[in-house]
T-cell receptor, first 113, second 114 residues
Framework: DTAVSQTPKYLVTQMGNDKSIKCEQN?????MYWYKQDSKKFLKIMFS???????INETVPNRFSPKSPDKAHLNLHINSLELGDSAVYFC????????????FGSGTRLTVV | AQKVTQAQTEISVVEKEDVTLDCVYE???????LFWYKQPPSGELVFLIR??????QNEISGRYSWNFQKSTSSFNFTITASQVVDSAVYFC???????????FGKGTRLHILP
């Protein structure tokens, strides 16, 4: 059983399209995250939800909109995709703040052409 | 503000050599947690270790060891007798006790040459 699963694993799309990435965790964790990893491997937090409530919203273009229908799911919708959105997007979950580490999904490689 | 610095962008060593990956952190909190993650070429992010700010004991796990020194705000990672399978990007990370997120260093790409 995969603890944090993301779909799709690869996504190739044209500029201007709208796309979604889905994430589900079966660990019973309260908090979920989206991170973006750029071509230089830098991991930057985008959003976090705790029990369906948005708690972190970093400086991300408003073309990116997270949605959490329940605490086990956190989806990422991206409107009007741009070339610079090409990256690997990681979903993660965490039991609680503080000393608890993340469990990451396997990542979604988004390529905008 | 919290910050993690991994000054070594890329390291190459020959198999069986020992290698140390440096990590320096900044935080104003007295209670915080430090982590190391590994990202092999396959791309997944794998948790390696967590250390809290009150526990400065060094840790050893097989060929891996970690040296936590609060006096120098460092949490260095050593691989002994490196193997080709250790080739990966390694991330050091920090979480403050009251913070909802973990921040990552920029990573060190480690190449183990056969």
């Amino acid at each position: 059983d995969t603890a944090v699963s993301q779909t799709p694993k690869y996504l190739v799309t044209q500029m201007g399209n709208d796309k979604s990435i889905k994430c589900e965790q079966n660990l019973g964790h309260d908090t979920m995250y989206w991170y973006k990893q750029d071509s230089k491997k830098f991991l930057k937090i985008m959003f976090s939800y705790n029990n369906k409530e948005l708690i972190i919203n970093e400086t991300v273009p408003n073309r990116f909109s997270p949605k959490s229908p329940d605490k086990a799911h956190l989806n990422l919708h991206i409107n009007s995709l741009e070339l610079g959105d090409s990256a690997v997007y990681f979903c993660a979950s965490r039991a609680r703040r503080g000393g608890y580490g993340y469990t990451f999904g396997s990542g979604t490689r988004l390529t905008v052409v | 503000a919290q910050k993690v610095t991994q000054a070594q962008t890329e390291i190459s060593v020959v198999e069986k050599e020992d290698v140390t990956l440096d990590c320096v952190y900044e935080t104003r909190d007295t209670t915080y947690y430090l982590f190391w993650y590994k990202q092999p070429p396959s791309g997944e992010l794998v948790f390696l270790i967590r250390r809290n700010s009150f526990d400065e004991q060094n840790e050893i796990s097989g060929r891996y060891s970690w040296n936590f020194q609060k006096s120098t705000s460092s949490f260095n990672f050593t691989i002994t007798a490196s193997q080709v399978v250790d080739s990966a990007v390694y991330f050091c990370a920090l979480s403050e006790n009251r913070d909802d997120k973990i921040i990552f260093g920029k990573g060190t790409r480690l190449h183990i040459l056969p």
